[in-house]
T-cell receptor, first 118, second 111 residues
Framework: GAVVSQHPSRVICKSGTSVKIECRSL??????MFWYRQFPKKSLMLMAT?????????EQGVEKDKFLINHASLTLSTLTVTSAHPEDSSFYIC??????????????FGSGTRLTVV | GQQLNQSPQSMFIQEGEDVSMNCTSS?????WLWYKQDPGEGPVLLIA?????ELTSNGRLTAQFGITRKDSFLNISASIPSDVGIYFC???????????FGKGTTLSVSS
């Protein structure tokens, strides 16, 4: 089945530094990737949608200069949290949607990244 | 952002009991998905529904895509301890490609 690999699973960083999270589709081409943020005991909130080779579309209230998304290839998307602050601490999850053998596969999620900013 | 109305918020049941949870939306959806999320992990797909009225099973799980295209339910029969977790409904409407998530149902199963 479709597999999405997300790294790192956990990261602790100091305030003011930047953190990059990678999301890779291992056995299919992800034409679209989505980035979600999840607070404890809460639902997943969509941050942005990115199509391969295009600029990401951000949801209202999400700062595009703070959360940089790059989707340069059909198998890799990255989310960079720039100048991180403690309020950016959260669980970040990517999801990939793409074609596999010509069929629309659907949505596969990564295992998430727990970001803690100290 | 937009969210679906998912209920109940939490359930505490005995092993062997059946469970039902549902999601509603004010707008029409053309895809309904049900996911389970364990602590510290990403959501794992349980059942996908693509047509109004569709009823699909996956082992002890059964889900239906409502006729009005504004609701869906998930049933779990004969619950077992490993069913513990948070269950999310997710839908895709005609306007977008991204999934919109419900607030989740936290299931606790006592043996």
């Amino acid at each position: 089945g479709a597999v999405v690999s997300q790294h790192p699973s956990r990261v602790i960083c100091k305030s003011g530094t930047s953190v990059k999270i990678e999301c890779r589709s291992l056995d299919f081409q992800a034409t679209t990737m989505f980035w979600y943020r999840q607070f404890p005991k809460k639902s997943l909130m969509l941050m942005a949608t990115s199509n391969e080779g295009s600029k990401a579309t951000y949801e209202q209230g999400v700062e595009k200069d703070k959360f940089l998304i790059n989707h340069a290839s059909l198998t890799l998307s990255t989310l960079t949290v720039t100048s991180a602050h403690p309020e950016d601490s959260s669980f970040y999850i990517c999801s990939a949607r793409g074609l596999i053998q010509g069929a629309n596969y659907g949505y596969t999620f990564g295992s998430g990244t727990r970001l803690t900013v100290v | 952002g937009q969210q679906l109305n998912q209920s109940p918020q939490s359930m505490f049941i005995q092993e062997g009991e059946d469970v039902s949870m549902n999601c509603t939306s004010s707008s029409i959806f053309n895809t309904w998905l049900w996911y389970k999320q364990d602590p510290g992990e990403g959501p794992v797909l349980l059942i996908a529904l693509y047509k109004a009225g569709e009823l699909t099973s996956n082992g002890r799980l059964t889900a239906q895509f409502g006729i009005t295209r504004k609701d869906s339910f998930l049933n779990i029969s004969a619950s077992i301890p490993s069913d513990v977790g948070i269950y999310f409904c997710a839908g895709r409407n005609q306007a977008g490609t991204a999934l919109i998530f419900g607030k989740g149902t936290t299931l606790s199963v006592s043996s």
